[in-house]
């Protein structure tokens, strides 16, 4: 079964598969570090959250789009399992809090201003990107203020672009230092579109998909002053919209919703309600209030000496994001979930004359991709009665006799194929918006090809293979642990571990295979190959079908 498969130093593991920031923003600003002598008491307000995992939901990506983009982040995969099954306190940070961190990575820790604006602007790009696909979600406008909030927000505009929006950028109050100079230059030499307040329409929600808020920051005070004070009333007039239009733009406030107390959030309850909140370094306390459907965290920069310095609880960064899921899992409409794929289109005249040719080939473009096992895949089976069950399982060879996988002939996919040895197999590679599905008869593969392949596996997996009655019902976890140690002192000795007999490989010999390419609106590509005699000789057809 496909799952998780490490190394012996993690047992469990292996026996676990076999069970199946503003105007005058201080953040970054240079100035004496404070070390506070004990923890501050406004430091600590926890709330449960969950790391990572739901992010990305509209296309059930999970843990943050990125569990680790090789074989290599199983153990990040543990870790986020455990912070679901048990839900660690996040620290909130007062604004004095938030201003003395920020002084100590600026000082000792030796961090600069735009070091630490080019991670935060990546984290509110990758958070974006997380929920909000270009293909749905294309046009963006940022609002930048004059201080350091605002330069996050252009950096932010600047990694969009590469991502695939269409960034424009409202600057009104800009500020000459060389930094934020170097910045709007760099959009420049993008062709980012720069906007005055007076060339924005006086209602935003028909010309932009995303509106980001990076006009005031932590440290601001008081009352916002024009043009922002307008730009944000107009942010506000957006939830006050018709509700019957198909969708508004959504809005993502960075670090602070602007126009809010850092403390206290939205006191009147007439400001800015953003749909996503990304907090950088820690939320602050004004998050707490914050009802939006999508809270990250970003700025992913925190060394352990602040962490412990400040008693800080964060959530875990899992694999290579910059980006981390807060607070409460998102409220999903299940129905409203979809994605419009965007891919080149698939002719029959780019088809390989044989479908395992043209697997390969797709298989070849799954590997170049990076995707994460790009051999899994479904297999369907039914029994006698004609009962159907599926589950995930490895590919481990394809030739022109069909495809191949290993499982204990006594699992019940191992009683449903002595039953009716027929199957199906499917293949999903959401990076590249494709599948293939595969049907044909099933038969064992020989048993010296079963032994060969079964002495190339892991020491560790051999031993799993023996130990695992696969199906069958356990009186607990301890017993498999019992037995493998067994085992594995048995052979520890390095002598060779004998293939069980109830062991071995199935092949599947293609009958039909469909090769399916995601388009947009639903006119997906599909094309078909079907075994048929013609004249006498069986021959592969390929028909297009109705997506």
């Not at 600047?158 to 991502?163: D, K, M, Q, T």
């Not at 009104?172 to 934020?180: I, N, Q």
């Not at 720069?194 to 329409?201: A, G, I, T």
């Not at 449903?416 to 599905?437: E, H, I, K, T």
């Amino acid at each position: 079964m496909l799952g998780l498969r490490t190394k012996r130093k993690a047992m469990s593991c292996l026996l676990s598969r076999i069970l199946v920031s503003s105007s005058n923003t201080s953040h970054r600003q240079i100035s004496t570090p404070v070390f506070p002598s004990k923890s501050p008491s406004s430091i600590t307000n926890p709330i449960s959250f969950t790391a990572g995992v739901l992010s990305s939901y509209s296309k059930a990506r999970g843990i943050c789009s990125r569990v680790g983009n090789s074989m290599g982040d199983k153990d990040n995969v543990i870790s986020t399992i455990e912070t679901l099954q048990n839900p660690e306190p996040v620290t909130y940070l007062s604004q004095r809090d938030a201003a003395e961190i920020d002084e100590v990575l600026m000082g000792p820790l030796g961090f600069s201003v735009d070091q630490l604006m080019e991670l935060a602007g990546l984290s509110v790009a990758t958070s974006i990107a997380e929920v909000y696909k270009p293909s749905e979600y294309k046009r963006v406008l940022a609002i930048c203020g004059p201080g350091n909030n605002g330069g996050d927000g252009l950096v932010a505009a600047r990694h969009l672009h590469h991502f695939g929006y269409a960034p424009f950028i409202c600057y009104p109050k800009r500020t000459p230092k060389a930094l934020y100079c170097g910045l709007v230059t760099q959009l420049e030499s993008l062709a980012v579109p720069f906007l005055s307040v007076e060339d924005l329409p006086v209602d935003l929600s028909n010309d932009f998909d995303i509106i980001i808020d990076a006009m005031f920051g932590f440290s601001f005070h008081g009352a916002p002053r024009p043009p922002f004070d307008d730009l944000i009333h107009k942010l506000v007039c957006l939830h006050s919209h018709d509700q019957t239009r198909q969708r508004l733009p959504v809005i993502v406030s960075v670090d602070i919703p602007s126009g809010w107390h850092v403390e206290e959030g939205d006191t009147g309850g007439e400001g800015i309600k953003p749909d996503m909140l990304v907090s950088l370094t820690a939320p602050k306390l004004c998050a707490k209030k914050f009802s939006g459907s999508h809270h990250f965290l970003g700025g992913r920069f925190v060394p352990p000496t602040i962490a412990e310095k400040y008693q800080l609880q964060l959530p875990p960064y899992i694999g290579t994001s910059m980006c981390v899921r807060i607070g409460k899992p998102p409220k999903v409409d299940i129905s409203a979930l979809r994605e419009n794929y965007v891919s080149p289109a698939f002719l029959e005249d780019q088809l390989e004359a044989d479908p395992i040719d043209q697997f390969r080939k797709w298989f070849d473009d799954a590997l170049v991709a990076g995707l994460h096992e790009p051999n899994a895949m479904a297999l369907s089976t039914s029994n006698k009665n004609g009962k159907p069950s599926s589950r995930m399982v490895l590919l481990k060879g394809v030739d022109k006799e069909g495809f191949v996988w290993y499982t204990n002939y006594e699992s019940q996919k191992g009683h449903d194929l002595s039953d009716n040895p027929r199957a199906s197999l499917l293949f999903y590679w959401d990076g590249l918006n494709r599948q293939v599905r595969v049907e044909g008869p099933v038969q064992k593969v020989p048993e010296e090809e079963s032994e060969n392949y079964f002495h190339s596996r892991p020491r560790g997996s051999q031993i799993g293979a023996i130990v695992s009655k696969q199906s069958s019902i356990v009186p607990g976890r301890e017993v498999l642990y019992q037995e493998y140690e067994d085992l594995e002192n048995r052979f520890s000795d390095g002598t060779i571990i004998p293939k069980p007999k109830h062991w071995g490989g199935y092949r599947l010999k293609p009958e039909l295979v469909e090769f399916w390419q995601g388009q947009p609106s639903r006119l997906h590509d599909r094309l078909q190959y079907s075994l048929r005699e013609i004249d006498g000789k069986w021959a592969w057809k390929v028909d297009r079908l109705a997506p």
